[in-house]
């Protein structure tokens, strides 16, 4: 079984989802020009057009002070992971240097869990860049028999989407079902279009042959990790708002039927000269994809940006929003929107932030799976490739930090760690992970990922030994 995190160990977590905002510690900012002399940038592939690559450089970075030695990082760190069950991989280095300071184990692939997430946003930013929004439209279209109008659903890739009217203060429901339904009837009113309209679907971004991606066994849909991966859904899979919600079986006939209740709603209040054709499921238009793309939208509404919904994903390890994102980024990159292009995407971004991918064997984008091989010296060395690449600050920024509404928010409850850790949790039946970075107390900043396998479902020790590895980095 396929257990992701969940917020806090042990149980679901139900709280509302909300925006989050953030600044970074002032001695992360105060050092960034050592890391950009002492490291190369990194090449991120190009964003599009409509989407320019941000030039924030907000990611972490290391002061001129003398950094801690492989030695007292050593000493630092083996007295924890001796404590964990299983077997333990990891890496620490100096994002300043570049020196690796501590490895062990770091060239053995294993199943990463969730730290995964860190290279699937890191693949997502770079082939759509952070301000990129997403659109979900209706476009209107005669009915093969002519007797109505056909109102195309059409995904984008949002699986945020709100029940209700678009909240611009919100990540999860900035655009809103309720208020694409308002202004499909204004456009069709405008648009000079009368009589009986029917909804259906349009999935195409995506291109599985199966929305459930087949390495994923039977038990990780039904715990309610992830639901079929559509580019059209709400709230992450589900029917509300809040990371604890259970998921849908389909979650893109939902969006539908929802949309089809606000249709008929904004109709009737309208007093439109429109029917709406009552349907119990909805089913794929039959009009080509090209068609489609090229008609000008009655109506539509826009996510959040990229880089919000990436922040958005590593806070809340949201499966259903990275495998979505990624399916969304592949095509940017000249590969498929499917499972195996979200995976090749992973891998190609690796390697262009000068990571040696032998041994990388990956299956999807959320770490979900067991079956996932990626080494604790690859994930680390993402991170610094990140933290060397100024459009990829939203990465690093978006990492759970402990305190605030995140997967880390109740983990290194103490100084100096609790200021020090910016890291991706993971939580697999057999894994335990943690991957980003720390700050020692001389205001050096170290990648470092930790993964601690064959656990024997003995999570909490192996949580443990890992937070007091971190937290005595933190301290030296």
Same mark, same amino acid.
């Given at each position: ?29 105060? /050092?960034? #020009? +050592?890391?950009?002399? !002492?490291? $190369? =940038?990194? *090449? ?6 409509? &989407? ?67 290279? /699937?946003? #890191? +693949?997502?930013?770079? !082939?759509? $860049? =952070?301000? *990129? ?6 476009? &209107? ?69 199966? #929305? ?87 109506? #539509? ?176």
């Amino acid at each position: 079984m396929g257990q992701v995190d969940t917020g806090r160990a042990g149980r679901r977590d139900r709280r509302t989802e909300r925006p989050r905002s953030r600044s970074l510690p002032a001695v992360l900012l105060a /050092a960034l #020009a +050592a890391v950009l002399v !002492a490291c $190369g =940038p990194v *090449t991120a592939p190009p964003a599009p057009s409509s &989407a320019p690559a941000s030039t924030s450089t907000a990611a972490p970075t290391s002061s001129q002070s003398a950094g801690p030695t492989a030695a007292e990082v050593a000493a630092a760190v083996e007295p924890g992971l001796e404590t964990s069950p299983g077997t333990v991989s990891a890496e620490f280095r100096d994002l300043a240097t570049g020196e690796v300071l501590y490895a062990r184990d770091a060239d053995e692939p294993v199943a990463p869990a969730s730290s995964l997430k860190v290279l /699937a946003a #890191a +693949a997502i930013v770079s !082939a759509l $860049g =952070p301000e *990129t929004t997403l659109q979900t439209t209706v476009v &209107a279209q005669p009915t093969a028999d002519g007797g109505a109008t056909e109102l195309v659903l059409v995904g984008g890739g949002d699986v945020l989407l709100g029940t209700g009217a678009s909240d611009a203060k919100a990540v999860s429901g900035r655009a809103g079902l309720r208020t694409l339904a308002e202004r499909t009837v204004a456009g069709l009113v405008e648009d000079g279009v009368t009589g009986r309209v029917v909804v259906s679907t349009d999935l195409r971004l995506f291109a599985d042959r199966t #929305a459930l991606n087949p390495r994923w066994t039977s038990d990780i849909p039904e715990s309610g990790n992830i639901a079929p991966v559509q580019p059209l859904a709400t709230y992450g899979g589900r029917e509300a708002p809040g990371t604890g919600e259970d998921r849908i079986e389909d979650p893109a006939q939902f969006a539908a039927l929802t949309f089809q209740a606000a249709l008929d709603d904004a109709v009737a209040a309208s007093g439109a000269d429109l029917e709406v054709g009552l349907r119990d499921t909805f089913p794929a238009t039959e009009v080509p994809r090209a068609t489609v793309l090229a008609a000008a939208p009655v109506a #539509a509404v826009e996510s959040a940006s990229v880089g919000e919904q990436v922040a958005y994903l590593l806070a809340h390890s949201e499966n259903q929003v990275v495998e979505a994102l990624a399916h969304t980024a592949a095509p940017a990159a000249d590969l498929p929107a499917t499972h195996e292009g979200a995976t090749q995407l992973l891998t190609a971004t690796a390697e262009d932030l000068g990571v040696d991918t032998a041994g990388m064997a990956l299956v999807d984008s959320s770490g979900l799976s067991p079956d996932n091989r990626v080494s604790a010296g690859q994930l680390a060395g993402v991170v610094a490739g990140v933290a060397r690449t100024p459009a990829l600050g939203t990465v690093l920024e978006g990492l759970p930090r402990p305190g605030e509404d995140s997967t880390l928010g109740d983990r290194f409850p103490d100084a100096p760690a609790r200021q020090a850790v910016a890291a991706k949790t993971g939580t697999l039946d057999q894994t335990v992970s943690l991957t980003g970075t720390v700050t020692t107390t001389s205001g050096r900043v170290l990648a470092f990922s930790i993964i601690c396998s064959d656990l024997q479902w003995k999570l909490e020790p192996a949580r443990a030994a890992v937070d007091e590895a971190v937290s005595a980095v933190a301290g030296l």
